[in-house]
C-alpha cells in the first residue's frame, strides 16, 4: 500500500508526458475561438518558449521513477505527492480539453498550478535535483502559462482595454512567482518563469510594445536579485 501513491505519481507522469502524443496536440488557442479573435496577444510568449514542456516532462517522469524505488516511504515525499498527483492527473486531460474549450482549459491550468505549486511548497530541502527542480520548473511555467490563459480569456470574451489587462495579468504572474520564491526559494522555478518572461519579451519587440517588454525585463531582475543574495551568503 505504501508504494501505491508513488506508482500512481510515476503512471500519472508518463500519462502527463504522452498526452501530446496520443492528441492532436496544442498550438495556443486559435484565434477564431473566441467571440473576438485573438491575433498575437501581447503576453503570449514566442512560441520557441514552448519548448521548455519537453525538459519538464522528462524530468517529472525521472524524479517519479526516482521516488517510486527510493523515496517510497519517504515522508517528506509523501506529503507533496497528493497535489502533484491532482496537477498531473488534470494536465492529462488538459490538452484535449484546451482544443475544445478555452473557458474549461483555464479553469484546469489554474487547478494544475495550485497544485504544483503546493507541491513544491510541500517539497523536502533534500533530493534537489530528483524532487524539487523538476516541480520547481514545472510549477514556475505554470504559474506563467495559467496568467497567459486568463488574459487571452477575458479579451477574447470582449474584456478591454487589451493592454491594461495583459499588462495586469503579467504582474499576478510576477506577484505570484515572488510569493511562491518568498516561502520555498527555488532557482529551477524562479528560471521558468524567467524563460517565460523571455518569450513574452522577444514576442513584443515585434510590433513594438513598450509596456510588456519593461514589465517582463523588470519583472525578471526582481526574480533574479533575492536569488543571487541567497547565492552570495
Known amino acids: 500500500m505504501t508504494r501505491l501513491i508513488p506508482l500512481a505519481t510515476l503512471l500519472a507522469a508518463i500519462s502527463f508526458a504522452l498526452s501530446p502524443v496520443f492528441s492532436s496536440g496544442f498550438n495556443g488557442f486559435p484565434p477564431d475561438r473566441f467571440p473576438v479573435p485573438q491575433y498575437d496577444p501581447p503576453i503570449r510568449p514566442a512560441g520557441w518558449a514552448f519548448s521548455i514542456w519537453l525538459p519538464i ?3 517529472l517522469v525521472i524524479s517519479a521513477t526516482y521516488g517510486l ?18 496537477s498531473l492527473i488534470v494536465g492529462t486531460a488538459w490538452i484535449p480539453v484546451a482544443n475544445a474549450s478555452p473557458i474549461w482549459s483555464t479553469v484546469l491550468i489554474w487547478i494544475m498550478w495550485a497544485g504544483a505549486a503546493l507541491a513544491l511548497i510541500r517539497s523536502p ?16 511555467w505554470l504559474t506563467a502559462a495559467s496568467c497567459v490563459a486568463t488574459a487571452v480569456l477575458i479579451t477574447g470574451y470582449g474584456g478591454t482595454p487589451v493592454m491594461p489587462i495583459h499588462a495586469a495579468l503579467l504582474l499576478l504572474a510576477l506577484a505570484l512567482g515572488s510569493l511562491i520564491l518568498r516561502r520555498t526559494p527555488s532557482p529551477a522555478y524562479a528560471a521558468a518563469l524567467i524563460w517565460a518572461l523571455f518569450g513574452i519579451t522577444v514576442a513584443n519587440l515585434d510590433p513594438l510594445r513598450p509596456v510588456m517588454i519593461v514589465l517582463a525585463v523588470i519583472g525578471a531582475a526582481l526574480l533574479i536579485w533575492p536569488l543571487l543574495r541567497r547565492i552570495r551568503r
Open 57 to 59: 516532462y522528462a524530468w
Open 69 to 86: 524505488f527510493n523515496r517510497a516511504e519517504d515522508p517528506a515525499w509523501q506529503r507533496m505527492r497528493p497535489p502533484l498527483l491532482v
Open 125 to 140: 530541502r533534500a533530493d534537489l535535483w530528483w524532487l524539487r527542480a523538476p516541480i520547481g520548473l514545472y510549477a514556475g
